[in-house]
Each structure stands twice: as C-alpha cells, then as structure tokens.
C-alpha cells in the first residue's frame, strides 16, 4: 500500500520550544505539501516543495520553515512554537505532473501549551 | 484569492437516499479537485476535473464541473454509512502552481442506517 507517513499522531509543546513534524512518502512523488486545518478556517498551505531542495511558500508561511534534503521526507519546523500554532497539520504528496496533493498522511494534532 | 463556497455546510441523510454537494467560485476554476475526510484523518483524494462540462464517476459518486466553470456538484447515489465524512472541494487559482489549491470549507456528511 502507498502512502504518506506522518512522525506523530499527537504531540504536545510549550510555547518557545522548537518543534520539527516530519513526513515521508513512498511513492517516489516530485511533489509534498504542508497544511493546516483548523476549525471555521478550513485547510490552509503553509509550504510545498517540488523537488528536492526546493521550497515555495504557501498561505500562511509566517512562524515556519521546511526542510527537504531527500526525496521521500519533507519536514515542517516551527521555530519557536506558538499557541496559536495548536493545529492539526497534514502532509501530501503528488506527482509532478499531477500537481495538486493526492495522498495525504494521517495528519499529526499538535497542542502548544 | 479564490474562494470557495461550499454548500450545505451540514447534511444528514437515511441509507440509501441520493445527495448533492456543491463548490461555488466567483472565479473561473482551473482544475476542481474532490477529496473526502473521515473525522481526525487525513484526506482521500476523490476526483479531479478541469473541462467545462466534464463528468467523472467512482462508484456511487459523480462530480461534475459546470460548463461555465464557476461551480462543481458532488453527487452520491444510494448513500451508505461508508459514505459518511467531510467531503471539501479545492481548487487551482488560474496562472498559479497547482500545488497552491484553495479549499472550500468542507460539507459535513452523516448517513444514518
């Protein structure tokens, strides 16, 4: 079975802490994605990469970074972890013609406290 | 930005009665992509659609992109428990990267047998 893994299901931080969410696909996809999903806002893109090495920001990038130094695993940094980054956030992959994300991970529910 | 609307936000229906969902944009759609969401999980991508006028079905479920390509209708035959979840349409801005898909806010689906 393909498909996207994500390091965590549930994580808890205190604010301040440097927080790393990784994921890794098995699908040999050009393309992976950060998201955000949060209630009444619904899903929002922080970053995608497609390729290795190469980051395009999304909507709402402030307060994160991204790492993709292999093909299979992009990883979402979040600097100094913030309240308001309680968040479920997901991970994606496509192929690069595809585009838009087709296999998402299970999501990992972060709580900053 | 693109937005879109989808509706009804909620929906509850009896076993094998039939339903719509739509996505509605104030712009043209560049690609409509369907996905479905069991709660706390990651999403399934379901269908994607890019012509005016085109059609595509999995199983009980068909989705269609209207020929002016401003909405999108989700449709589900003879609905089942299984068809249970958050279906959230997301869509390509025009000129833009596909990876940067805007969601709608999703469509809540309880089926009761």
């Known amino acids: 079975d393909v498909k996207v893994t994500q390091s965590s299901r549930y994580l808890v931080k205190r604010t301040g802490e440097k927080v790393f969410l990784e994921c890794v696909q098995d699908?040999?996809?050009?393309?992976m994605f950060w998201y955000r999903q949060d209630p009444g806002l619904g899903l929002r893109l922080i970053y995608f990469?497609?390729?290795?090495?190469?980051?395009e920001k999304g909507d709402i990038p402030e307060g994160y970074s991204v790492s993709r130094e292999k093909k299979e695993r992009f990883s979402l940094i979040l600097e100094s972890a913030s309240t308001n980054q309680t968040s479920m956030y997901l991970c994606?992959?496509?192929?690069?013609?595809?585009?838009?994300?087709?296999?998402f991970g299970p999501g990992t529910r972060l709580t900053v406290l | 930005s693109q937005e879109l609307e989808q509706s009804p936000q909620s929906l509850i229906v009896q076993e094998g009665k039939n339903l719509t969902i739509n996505c509605t944009s104030s712009?043209?759609?560049?690609?409509l992509y369907w996905y479905k969401q069991k709660y706390g999980e990651g999403l399934i991508f379901l269908m994607m659609?890019?012509?005016?006028?085109e059609e595509k079905s999995h199983e009980k479920i068909t989705a269609k992109l209207d020929e002016k390509k401003q909405q999108s209708s989700l449709h589900i035959t003879a609905s089942q428990p299984s068809h249970a979840g958050i279906y959230l349409c997301?869509?390509?801005?025009?000129?833009?990267?596909?990876?940067?898909?805007?969601f709608g806010q999703g469509t809540i689906l309880t089926v009761h047998p």
């Open positions: 994606a992959s496509s192929r690069q013609l595809a585009g838009a994300p087709r296999v």
């Open positions: 699908m040999d996809h050009e393309n």
């Open positions: 990469s497609y390729d290795v090495k190469m980051k």
């Open positions: 712009k043209t759609l560049y690609g």
């Open positions: 659609l890019q012509k005016g006028g």
């Open positions: 997301g869509a390509a801005p025009g000129g833009t990267s596909y990876g940067k898909l805007t």
